[in-house]
């Protein structure tokens, strides 16, 4: 007999079940989770017997709940459900304690990623890092990292190698009369990453 599949919930039964996004759920996957939390029992797909299930939630999301409940994208007896205790993540702009350090973090776990040997960040980096507002918080640094350890030859990430995903200086204002240089930039860019995948795998 094939073994049967479990699903996440039942998986996590007894302990906690990380609900990232949650306020991207369509408003159909909002009515079963609401269902799951209310009567602590699901009924998996195909199967004529509910499953009790008890699960402590953490749910996140980016999204102003209160107006997206406000415009009806959001389901308030699900949000009640979920609000048991809140707490606010400050952006990153706002912790500038970690930004450093999260930086290092993506530079050790991106360099074994791609057996690289980039061991540190320039001074010049470092003070860029600090200096930019990352409006897009820490997945937008690890992208920082994640190119900059790609496109670094060295062993040392300089700030020149710290660009927005369009090949645009990480510091540089975008303005719309830099268009082109961006269009320019950014192939350079891409030119550059194909380059050294295609030598990455070439030493393989």
């Not at 094939?2 to 369509?26: I, K, S």
């Not at 499953?51 to 980016?62: F, K, L, M, Q, S």
């Not at 702009?93 to 973090?105: F, G, P, S």
């Not at 993506?106 to 860029?128: C, D, E, H, T, Y």
Request: aromatic share 4%; hydrophobic share 45%.
């Amino acid at each position: 007999l094939a073994r049967e599949r479990r699903g996440h919930f039942e998986l996590a039964h007894c302990g906690t079940f990380y609900l990232d996004e949650v306020g991207d759920l369509p408003l159909a996957a909002q009515a079963k989770l609401l269902r799951v939390l209310q009567e602590h029992t699901i009924q998996p797909l195909g199967s004529e017997r509910a499953i009790a299930v008890d699960v402590r939630i953490i749910a996140a999301t980016n999204r102003d709940i209160v107006q997206a409940i406000a415009t009806d994208q959001f389901r308030a007896d699900l949000f009640h459900r979920l609000n048991v205790v809140q707490f606010r993540l400050p952006p990153l702009r706002e912790r500038d304690e970690d930004v450093l350090q999260l930086a290092e973090h993506f530079l050790r776990l991106f360099n074994a990623a791609m057996s690289k040997s980039v061991k540190s960040l320039s001074r010049g980096a470092r003070q860029k890092l600090m200096a930019h507002r990352w409006p897009g918080n820490v997945r937008e640094l690890e992208n920082t990292l994640h190119r900059a350890v790609l496109l670094t030859s060295g062993a040392e990430i300089g700030a020149d190698a710290l660009m927005t995903p369009d090949g645009m200086r990480l510091d540089a204002p975008q303005a719309s009369s830099q268009v082109a240089h961006a269009t320019i930039a950014a192939e350079q860019v891409t030119r550059a990453l194909v380059g050294r995948t295609v030598a990455d795998v070439e030493r393989d």
